[in-house]
């Protein structure tokens, strides 16, 4: 059964750091994964999608990498705002159609 | 990308009565539907998975009888609580996927907060 952990737990951070998620999960054997955004208290915001064949992929200051044959993907979030505070949620999906299965989640507070 | 809807937002409820939560598809057709549900801190677990015209697949530890799943059509689910319990007190959220696609992916709703009294 896929297991995702995500580290770190939270992170608190000044305005304008660069910033790493990592994300590591059980079962390599992976067909795509996907990282998401949520605010307290609402539901997901799709960050990325990453297929199984692809190293990266890129939307303005975020940027996810896959390292499928160790199990790992991370997220990077450049030059961090006040606004980027939220719980990222990694999540791999091990065949197209089934579902997505969740991480805990890196709580992330960046102060002004 | 494509938009989920779901019906009520919120809803509070009295012990032992029954809630349904309705899971819309706005834009294209979901062919299957994921219901997950999120205690306070804690990651989304998934439910159950259901393809349209079948029976809902539950994951251990999750009571079929107890949270009925409809997906009658490629553009609606439902979660029904019945006889619900101050432990079902939860965040409940569905998503939907559409096969076909080159890049399957998930599209989720903006989530239901069932509160049972």
């Known amino acids: 059964k896929q297991e995702v952990t995500q580290i770190p737990a939270a992170l608190s951070v000044p305005e304008g750091e660069n910033l790493v998620l990592n994300c590591s999960f059980t079962?390599?054997?992976?067909?795509?994964l996907q990282w998401f955004r949520q605010d307290p208290g609402k539901g997901l915001t799709s960050l990325l999608l990453?297929?199984?064949?692809?190293r990266e992929q890129t939307s303005g200051r975020l940027n996810a990498s896959l390292d499928k044959s160790s199990g790992r993907s991370t997220l990077y979030i450049a030059a961090s705002q006040p606004g980027d505070s939220a719980t990222y949620l990694c999540?791999?999906?091990?065949?197209?159609?089934?579902?997505?299965?969740f991480g805990k989640g890196t709580t992330l507070s960046v102060s002004s | 990308g494509a938009v989920v809807s779901q019906h009520p937002s919120w809803v509070i409820c009295k012990s032992g009565t029954s809630v349904k939560i309705e899971c819309r598809s706005l834009?294209?057709?979901?062919?299957?539907m994921f219901w997950y549900r999120q205690f306070p801190k804690q990651s989304l677990m998934l439910m159950a998975t259901?393809?349209?015209?079948?029976?809902?697949?539950?994951e251990q530890g999750v009571e079929k009888d107890k949270f009925l799943i409809n997906h009658a059509s490629l553009t609606l689910s439902t979660l029904t609580v019945t006889s619900a319990h101050p432990e079902d007190s939860s965040f409940y959220i569905c998503?939907?996927?559409?096969?076909?696609?080159?890049?399957?992916?998930?599209?989720f709703g903006p989530g239901t907060r069932l509160t049972v009294t």
């Open positions: 079962d390599s054997a992976i067909y795509n």
């Open positions: 999540a791999p999906r091990v065949q197209a159609g089934t579902a997505l299965i």
């Open positions: 834009d294209f057709q979901a062919t299957t």
């Open positions: 990453i297929q199984s064949s692809q």
């Open positions: 998503s939907g996927g559409e096969a076909g696609l080159a890049a399957y992916e998930q599209y």
């Open positions: 259901s393809n349209e015209g079948s029976k809902a697949t539950y």
